[in-house]
């Protein structure tokens, strides 16, 4: 591929790009498939207006086209006002820097908005068009005049071509689920040390007395389903952020989208729905996405998010579950701290030092917590 006969460009959202060529380019024939990456996941996520003009969420998507116009690669890109909603926080840096006279915002983000899921970024199967997109976003943050791009769990092919072209690279953590051979679920609890084992199936036991639980997905999920999960998620989200950054146009978008890459677990008692959690379903990956409850019941949030799941993912002969940021909770019920990326470009040369400096400490602390959490794994082998 040559790259001069490239042309990239950035677009206001995904209504005019077909979303046949950008699913070809995010979700291609034997790559793992990323629900996320899909152009109905993100551009429902315009559509409703969940992302957007008054979101603080610009969706300024790069393109890059060959002869003809052909979309040969893409980049979901966003200029950010504030830095909600990303599970990267680089909140003090923000702060640092208007301290020192900068302006920080608006910045340019790469990322699935929303949604602590490492994945493919840079979408094309051609190395120099991935470079021609890492050069784009570069160009662009320069001739709009903003502090930085950032690049938010990327995969490890994207994080190593992103940290090859100067980018600074971050580390944090996640704790993840991962299948190691189970048929069934017993078998995953026969992995565990026997002290871990009786106190999951005590819980297990607590959180299902006088419970029904459903696992809906595709043409058995209804609207009624829906509202009783949206009012779940407001619930939750009222708590945790004052106001919760999906709507319910969103919902109903990827109802009507994505419903078969859908598992909504639901408890129900005295014949009510008290609580539901929303997962989306990869092709080899279970992504627990959010949670709420009607009534507060013992460990059902464990029995909704995890077991639930992890009984879904063994079935179902996935890989790992992931359930997003944070939860040292998690540890005891088969999750583990693995190390998760994030890549960025800073304009200013006094304050790239500076962020770089501080991300060497960072990156070995974080090496350090990792370990000493995974010292704690309630696995027989690793006990």
């Known amino acids: 591929m040559s790259v001069t006969s490239l042309t990239i460009k950035a677009v206001p959202g995904l ?57 040969l690669g893409v980049m979901p890109l966003y200029a950010k006002t504030h830095s909600m909603g990303e599970y990267v926080f680089d909140h003090a840096w923000a702060d640092a820097y208007e301290r020192a006279g900068g302006r920080y915002y608006p910045k340019l983000l790469t990322a699935i908005p929303f949604t602590p899921v490492t994945g493919r970024r840079l979408l094309s199967p051609d190395a120099d068009v991935r470079r021609a997109l890492i050069d784009g976003a570069r160009q662009l943050a320069a001739q709009w005049g903003v502090s930085s791009w950032h690049v938010n769990f990327p995969s490890t092919a994207d994080r190593e071509a992103l940290n090859g072209a100067g980018l600074l690279a971050r580390t944090d953590r996640q704790f993840i689920w991962e299948n190691r051979g189970y048929r069934t679920y017993d078998d995953f609890l026969a992995d565990l040390s026997s002290r871990k084992r009786k106190a999951l199936k005590k819980e297990r036991r607590e959180a299902q007395d006088g419970i029904a639980i459903e696992r809906l997905s595709g043409s058995d999920l209804s609207p009624a389903h829906w509202d009783v999960f949206f009012d779940c998620y407001q619930e939750t989200g009222s708590r945790k952020w004052g106001s919760p950054y999906l709507n319910r146009v969103f919902f109903d978008l990827i109802h009507q989208r994505l419903s078969d890459e859908i598992l909504m677990v639901m408890a129900k008692h005295d014949g009510r729905y008290i609580a539901a959690a929303l997962n989306f379903v990869g092709s080899d990956a279970l992504y627990g996405r959010y949670w709420g409850r009607l009534e507060d019941r013992p460990a059902l949030h ?28 998690k540890l005891a019920r088969g999750f583990r701290p693995r190390a998760v990326h994030s890549a960025h470009f800073i304009a200013d040369p006094g304050f790239r030092a500076a962020v770089a400096d501080y991300l060497v400490r960072e990156r070995e602390a974080l090496e350090y917590e990792i370990a000493a959490i995974d010292a704690e794994s309630p696995f027989k082998a690793d006990a």
């Open 15 to 71: 209504s005019g790009v077909d979303p046949h060529a950008w699913d070809a380019l995010a979700n291609p024939p034997g790559a793992e498939r990323d629900p996320f990456l899909s152009w109905a996941f993100l551009e429902a996520l315009e559509a409703s207006g969940s992302v957007g003009d008054n979101t603080g969420w610009l969706p300024r998507h790069l393109l890059a086209e060959g002869e003809g116009g052909r979309l």
């Open 302 to 329: 464990f029995e909704l998010c995890y077991h639930q799941g992890i009984e879904f993912a063994i079935e179902r002969g996935l890989s790992r579950m992931e359930s997003g940021a944070q939860g040292e909770h």
